[in-house]
């Protein structure tokens, strides 16, 4: 599968270490930057051609990373056929409730229902919640985790798609 990947300044360091860890792992990446660390770059120069990429490519995901992750989805879903789906961490997802009020026991199950259900494509980490670990196995979850192909999971999904 290949992995669309890119950050700002805020995640560039980890994201040079997520892209390590996931090519290790057999998948291939292409980095649409940053490239280098710059305190004035601005998301969107980063962000939005890992959208695209991931739009015109179907069979492939995306991993984005900055501080808060908000923007940074926020860009890619602005782009036609995009699901980012975001990642606080695991001491945000712990407090989590499900509909009959009980607290979630995994703090990555926001990330296997983010594909499960949503088929999400993108995957988008809050940098300044994350450690290093968490990050790693977030991004490697998201990326083994498959949709489950439900129906009522697909006429939701039809339904995100801006009407023409």
Request: charged share 35%.
């Amino acid at each position: 599968m290949k992995v669309y990947i890119g950050s700002d300044h805020t995640g560039f360091e980890l994201k040079e270490k997520i892209k390590i860890y996931l090519s290790d792992l057999g998948y291939e990446l292409e980095d649409k930057g940053a490239f280098k660390y710059d305190k004035d770059d601005d998301y969107p120069d980063f962000i939005k051609p890992v959208a695209e990429a991931v739009a015109g490519d179907v069979e492939s995901k995306g991993i984005i990373l900055g501080g808060s992750g908000e923007g940074e989805a926020m860009c890619a879903n602005k782009i036609k056929g995009i699901r980012a789906a975001l990642f606080y961490g695991e001491k945000e997802a712990i407090t989590a409730v499900d509909i009959t009020g009980h607290k979630s026991s995994d703090p990555f199950e926001i990330i296997q229902l983010a594909r499960e259900h949503n088929n999400a494509n993108i995957l988008s980490i809050a940098t300044r919640f994350v450690e290093e670990d968490e990050a790693k196995f977030a991004a490697e979850l998201f990326l083994r985790t498959k949709f489950s192909m439900d129906e009522r999971h697909i006429r939701r999904i039809n339904k995100l798609e801006p009407s023409a």
